[in-house]
């Protein structure tokens, strides 16, 4: 699986962003996909995840009630929409598939996309 993360950019505080993550191979839907992002000098951190079939889904803390995450097996793709962003939102972003369930681990993910950078100004 090849997966390509896009979306990211500038913004202000409060504003919006709309990730995108497009996956190539036809199984798709067997993987559970996450979002994942890195600040600099921090480890890499569970955003948000989604099951196969996009029923069961999952937030950090911080991303509840702000980020949305989604996915169409049809097209290939998953998104995360974020919405509110804080400037402690600012780094890079990148969409993870796994084999596995929903987890919050990065050792739970098998293939990784190459990342997107999310700059929120104060």
């Known amino acids: 699986v090849q997966l390509q993360a896009s979306g990211g950019g500038l913004v202000q505080a409060g504003g919006s962003l709309r990730l995108s993550c497009a996956a190539s191979?036809?199984?798709?839907?067997?993987?559970?996909m996450g979002w994942f992002r890195q600040a600099p000098g921090k480890n890499r951190e569970f955003v948000a995840g989604i099951s196969g079939q996009g029923i069961i889904t999952d937030y950090a803390d911080s991303a509840k009630g702000r980020f949305t995450i989604s996915r169409d097996n049809a097209e290939n793709t998953v998104h995360l929409q974020m919405n509110s962003l804080k400037f402690e939102d600012t780094a890079v972003y990148y969409c993870?598939?796994?084999?596995?369930?929903?987890?919050?681990?990065?050792?739970?993910?098998?293939?990784w996309g190459q990342g997107t950078q999310v700059t929120v100004s104060s």
């Open positions: 993870a598939a796994s084999r596995m369930a929903v987890s919050t681990s990065t050792y739970s993910y098998d293939y």
């Open positions: 191979g036809r199984t798709f839907s067997t993987y559970a």
